[in-house]
């Protein structure tokens, strides 16, 4: 089944509400039509897509699913030897954007009919070049199911993200509106939601203390509340609990390679350690190294991941995890440690114990170079207006509070106050240096 077919299922009414119009199911296809009319060279041929407003992405995500036989979501600013490169991956022969078609200057000859199309993700590019990831959207659809309560979907995420591609196919198979602005601004965004009627909604961590600090979500009668991306800290989950005391709440695991892992809704950090073994809800196991392993049908078709799948269908996330109580918790990624002195620290581990402080807003830990010890630990704190000694007496509980739960090497050597933190355009918190 495809974009289109889904969408004809649905009675009229309201299907997508953006700045840029409200379209219903029956002008959702129109357009679509539309558009394939207009690029009868598109049929079977691999194509990237480069929309900045999500609306637009949306439109022609639709009229090309089914249609074109590989199909990149590029992020709106990739330039230069990145774009290059990740064009090269994908082997894509056009370019659909703002301005229209344009042919990449290759010349392949067109494959065989193809049951479904490929969906093409790239990294945020956070930890080296963005690499591509293939999906379907079957495999993109594991885990969704049609809802009978009436939710209004709003879109947090960029569209062209593994993750806000979640939410589209989350809305569409349900028959759910979904409010897309074109800002990511989280003022301007929680206002839109909230003029619209947005009842669901999903974002990383980062972008849900956001929404809370500045407030105005707090007006929005959630129901469904969904949180992946990032680690869902106890933190984080208590604060949206007391916030929104009625609603289901979800920490979802995925990635753009993994796919959709699983979900919890416990409230509580972390999952179930009886959750390891063949399922359900998946597949997995903790390496030797201590990283979570999974098996899913969802899973990225791409050939990127050749070294990370064991020969019995097992990927390494390269998310560290510790069992605890019971309690499979993450504890940060792989690659992301900083080095004190020989001394292995996940950044979020420090973050995560802080943000236990209740005058705590938010929390980033950087890596900071030291001519001793290599890297030392340097903690950037968001705490709102206070007095310089408001501040010291802060400052002093913090160290307290790391050294009563962490080894000597993982308390911050460095405290600083910040008006905000830098979340990147993917919704997850910016680190330097790590």
Aim: glycine content about 8%; proline content about 5%.
């Amino acid at each position: 089944m495809t974009l289109l077919q889904i969408i004809r299922q649905h009675p009229e009414r309201p299907l997508l509400i953006s700045d840029e119009g409200t379209f219903s199911p029956a002008a959702l296809c129109r357009d679509a039509e539309k558009i394939r009319s207009l690029y009868p060279e598109l049929a079977a041929a691999n194509i990237a897509l480069q929309f900045t407003h999500p609306a637009q992405l949306l439109l022609h995500l639709i009229a090309l699913d089914g249609y074109a036989r590989r199909i990149l979501l590029l992020p709106p600013c990739l330039t230069g030897p990145a774009f290059e490169n990740v064009i090269s991956e994908s082997a894509a022969d056009f370019l659909l954007d703002a301005t229209g078609l344009s042919t990449l200057g290759l010349d392949r000859p067109k494959g065989a009919e193809f049951d479904a199309s490929e969906w093409l993700f790239t990294t945020s590019g956070t930890s080296g070049p963005p690499k591509v990831y293939a999906h379907t959207l079957c495999s993109l659809s594991i885990g969704v199911k049609p809802r009978q309560t009436p939710y209004c979907w709003g879109l947090a995420y960029q569209a062209h993200r593994f993750a806000g591609i979640q939410v589209i196919v989350q809305a569409l198979i349900s028959g759910s509106p979904l409010v897309a602005s074109g800002t990511s601004e989280t003022g301007k965004q929680a206002e839109y939601f909230l003029q619209n009627g947005v009842n669901a909604l999903s974002a990383t961590p980062s972008q849900w203390r956001n929404f809370l600090i500045h407030g105005s979500i707090s007006r929005c009668s959630l129901r469904q509340i969904t949180l992946g991306g990032e680690i869902a800290d106890q933190a984080i989950l208590s604060a949206l609990r007391r916030q929104f005391p009625k609603a289901r709440i979800a920490h979802i695991y995925a990635s753009t390679e993994a796919g959709v892992g699983f979900s919890v809704t416990d409230d509580t950090a972390g999952f179930p350690e009886g959750w390891l073994g063949e399922g359900p809800p998946t597949d997995m196991k903790i390496s030797d190294s201590d990283t979570l392993l999974i098996k899913s049908p969802a899973i990225s078709t791409s050939a990127s991941l050749q070294g990370r799948r064991s020969s019995d269908g097992y990927l390494d996330t390269e998310d560290c995890v510790r069992i605890n109580n019971g309690r499979v918790c993450f504890i940060g990624r792989a690659s992301g440690v900083i080095n004190v002195g020989g001394n292995k620290v996940h950044p979020e581990e420090v973050e995560n114990l802080v943000r236990e402080i209740p005058e705590i807003q938010n929390a980033t830990v950087n890596a900071r170079n030291s001519s001793i010890m290599g890297q030392l630990v340097s903690l950037d704190v968001q705490a709102g207006a206070l007095s310089d000694e408001e501040r010291q007496a802060l400052k002093e509980k913090i160290r307290q509070h790391c050294r009563a739960h962490l080894q000597n090497y993982k308390v911050p050597a460095l405290i600083n106050f910040v008006d905000t933190l830098e979340v990147a355009a993917s919704g997850k918190l910016v680190r330097k240096g790590c």
